[in-house]
């Protein structure tokens, strides 16, 4: 029988060659850190007094917090719009009524062709003079992620329904259900397990340009932490790796979430039998 070999184990030589260059990149990597870490030391950036603000519960009531809090707020509101308007769009453009797909797939490529940062200028900006009234930072910013990340999920979401093979919706045909009934309970809950790790880096990308306010002076965490804060406390590099830190914080806050979610999603597919303490087999078709 042929087998198709997709990986050979490393042999004697070519374990000693990876070794070598684990070696070569960690060193090159550690002296790339002591050459930042001098270069900052020349401009006196790591001394006591450039740190002291972060020390104190006023730095972190008055700048940090309130930063970090709408970083969130306009974060957790943008996720749940963003996933709601993919699903939508990727179930309209998969319809079978032009008129539903046509217009589903050109509002999807538009949005994601326009640059982020451009919409939320626009909506800051350019909106008011269309609506007559000022549009808030927080909603230009919502709407914004929205709008951008939802068109990309609605890819995502699409793919996802697609893979599903195609006996899954022909066996809710056979019992009775509807088109709607089969995308909602079927074919939409199997794409968004299946495009789960493509979600949560999407929602990972959504957090991250939360900072993208910064251009239209929203109170999020890059705002607050490093333009006011640098410029009552004159310690622009110190707040810059403070807030980036937050940021990494948070990222792996969310992916430790999704990784949870993926694991419970997998055990979900069977129950357990009463007296055998095993799963039962999840019904085919």
């Not at 939508?88 to 589903?104: H, T």
């Not at 793919?159 to 009775?176: D, K, L, T």
Request: hydrophobic share 55%; no cysteine.
């Amino acid at each position: 029988m042929n087998e198709t070999v997709l990986y050979d184990h490393p042999g004697p030589r070519a374990r000693r060659r990876n070794r070598m260059l684990t070696a070569v990149f960690a060193v090159g990597l550690a002296a790339l850190l002591w050459l930042i870490y001098t270069r900052f030391e020349e401009k006196e950036q790591w001394t006591a007094a450039k740190w002291a603000p972060f020390l104190e519960i006023g730095t972190w009531r008055d700048f940090i917090l309130p930063g970090l809090a709408n970083t969130v707020l306009a974060a957790l509101t943008a996720m749940v719009l963003a996933l709601a308007f993919g699903v939508v769009f990727a179930v309209g453009r998969l319809s079978e009524r032009w008129w539903v797909s046509v217009p589903a797939g050109a509002v999807i490529e538009f949005f994601r062709a326009v640059p982020l940062l451009l919409m939320i200028f626009f909506l800051a900006y350019g909106a008011p003079f269309v609506l007559h009234r000022p549009v808030p930072a927080f909603w230009s910013v919502v709407i914004g992620l929205t709008l951008y990340n939802g068109s990309v999920l609605a890819e995502a979401f699409r793919a996802g329904i697609r893979a599903v093979p195609a006996g899954q919706s022909e066996a809710g045909y056979a019992v009775g259900m509807r088109k709607g009934q089969v995308m909602r309970h079927i074919l939409v809950p199997q794409a968004a397990r299946a495009m789960l790790p493509v979600i949560v880096s999407q929602l990972v990308v959504l957090l991250k340009d939360t900072a993208l306010g910064y251009i239209i002076a929203y109170p999020e965490l890059l705002e607050r932490g490093v333009n006011i804060l640098s410029a009552n406390k004159g310690n622009l590099v110190a707040a810059a790796i403070v807030v980036a830190a937050l940021y990494i914080a948070l990222n792996s806050l969310l992916t430790s979430f999704a990784g949870w979610l993926e694991r419970r999603t997998r055990r979900v597919g069977g129950a357990r039998v009463p007296g055998t303490g095993r799963a039962a087999a999840a019904p085919q078709g």
